[in-house]
Every structure is written in C-alpha cells, then in structure tokens.
C-alpha cells in the first residue's frame, strides 16, 4: 500500500497492489492465533487488526482504480486533471459476501 497507493499513483502500480491485496486475502484462513488466553491475547487483536487492514486495502485499492481522474489524495501520475463532469460525487465501498463492492453517490 506505501509503494503503490500513496498519494501519486498509476493504473500499472494500482493493479499491482490490487493483486498483493487479494494474495494476502487468500491467506488469510491459514491465519491461527497459538495464543489461547482469554485476556490481553495480542495474538488474537493482531490477527483481527490484520483481517480488518487487507479489507480496507481492498477497499481502497479498488476505488482508486475505479476513479479515472486525480482529485484531492488520489492523483493519478496517468491521468493529472480532475474530471468534475464523470468524478463529482462520493466513491463507496460496501462490504458484501464476495467481498468489497465499491460504488458512488452523489
């Protein structure tokens, strides 16, 4: 996410961080807490923290490559202006069964 989803990004670094995003998704139910304890399990805070960290970066990778513009703290290195006609409104994201849903609002 630091290399490719800062600030200044492109649509080849996007999708590169798209497909280490959904990588480290697929290992995710290989994850297992050793730690059993029942109070200050770090162990187990880590592995939640962790399973709540690839959704937002899922979340976020996929809004970034669905909005085509730069605007604010998404901009594009491959497309520098704002398009206000297409990109004025809100880019969402919901969390559904498959996975992040991303849309927009206005």
Same mark, same amino acid.
């Given at each position: ?7 200044? #990004? ?15 998704? @697929? @290992? ?7 730690? @059993? ?29 669905? #909005?085509?513009?730069? #605007?604010? !703290?998404?901009? #594009? $290195?491959?497309? $520098? ?11 969402? !994201? ?5 996975? $992040? ?6």
């Amino acid at each position: 996410m630091d290399e490719n989803m800062a600030v200044f #990004r492109d649509q080849a670094g996007m999708e590169s961080a798209a497909a280490k995003v959904a990588e480290v998704k @697929k @290992k995710l139910p290989g994850v297992s807490v050793d730690n @059993k304890g029942k109070v200050f399990n770090i162990d187990l805070m880590s592995v939640l923290k962790l399973e709540n960290m690839v959704d937002c970066a899922e979340a976020i990778v996929a809004g970034g490559l669905m #909005r085509t513009e730069s #605007r604010g !703290a998404h901009n #594009r $290195t491959d497309l $520098t202006e704002r398009d206000d006609e297409n990109w004025l409104k809100h880019t969402v !994201a919901y969390q559904t069964e498959g996975g $992040t849903e991303n849309g927009h609002e206005p």
